[in-house]
């Protein structure tokens, strides 16, 4: 698939099949800077995939991991993208088996940025499968949220670099990244230990604990849009931390989830802000 448009069309059908949460606001990025973050979305989402796969065993999932992270570094053809997908083709969704035509998407002065940080997760998730998830303390659970989520806020803030000059901290875009994942590993509690008794809770954490290192970085997160400008880029992260907030306030009251209409007045007076 090399035709820009028909691949635009497609990414944009497989972005709204794998998330209705980010379809909208990647939509309203403008031009080239939505076609970076849509193809790092969908790159990101691929190699998701594989850790979460339940067909994959242990071995295949932290091999292919591996493998992916170590050819992206380097220059590499399609050819040898689809040979490490081969023996796998039948286990794996669409998102993964199409990991090369979402790359080819990425505007080519953005790729560096996407593949860097593609790489650096695929390394860092194969690393925590290999180990079952095992989180004992405060600095693993650091270690796995910087991994699967703080560097989704390192890289944005390299795209908004490269696309309109904008200087973001390291350190609160990760921060931003982590506490988005937390509130996640919060709300999917109990799904995910009925997932072969996978635990996010360091050892002796209770609820609380959790709620607190959520809160502690939402708020490094909100310090991280005080450098953005008001503008799509500023609505793209802002709307995600205000529904990250009010779903601990839900959860907290004993709600299992924000309502629609909440997620729409929470959308509404971000925007009206």
């Keep these: 698939m090399t035709d820009k448009k028909n691949l635009y069309d497609r990414a944009k059908q497989v972005l709204m099949e794998t998330s209705r949460t980010f379809f909208i606001p990647i939509s309203k990025l403008p031009d080239e800077l ?30 292919l991991l591996n493998k992916i992270s170590v050819l992206i570094k380097k220059p590499f053809t399609e050819a040898e993208l689809a040979a490490l997908f081969e023996p796998y083709k039948s286990s794996l969704p ?15 002065s953005a790729t560096p940025a996407v593949l860097s940080a593609t790489s650096e997760m695929a390394e860092g ?12 303390t405060e600095e693993d659970l650091d270690e796995y949220t910087y991994y699967v989520a703080g560097l989704v806020g390192v890289m944005l803030s390299d795209l908004w670099k490269w696309y309109d000059g904008t200087d973001c901290d390291r350190d609160l875009a990760v ?17 995910d230990l009925s997932r072969d008794g996978v635990d996010f809770f360091p050892n002796g954490w209770e609820m609380k604990d959790m709620f607190t290192y959520a809160r502690r970085n939402l708020d490094l997160g909100d310090e991280y849009t005080k450098d ?9 992260c802002k709307i995600p931390l205000a529904l990250a907030f009010s779903t601990l ?16 007045e929470i959308v509404n007076e971000v925007v009206a802000e």
């Excluded at 921060?175 to 799904?191: D, H, K, P, S, T």
């Design 125 to 136: 998730m194969g690393k925590w499968v290999n180990k079952a998830f095992n989180i004992e």
């Design 228 to 236: 953005l400008t008001v503008g799509p880029v500023y609505y793209f």
């Design 34 to 63: 939505e076609e970076a973050v849509m193809s790092a979305y969908l790159c990101m989402r691929a190699i998701d995939e594989i850790e979460d796969s339940a067909v994959l065993s242990t071995e295949e999932k932290v091999n």
């Design 175 to 191: 921060g931003f990244g982590r506490g988005l994942q937390a509130v996640n590993m919060i709300r999917n509690r109990e799904e």
């Design 94 to 108: 669409a998102v993964t088996l199409e990991l090369n035509d979402w790359i080819v998407l990425c505007p080519e």
């Design 249 to 264: 306030d839900a959860i907290e009251a004993g709600q299992e989830k924000l309502t629609r209409n909440s997620v729409m």
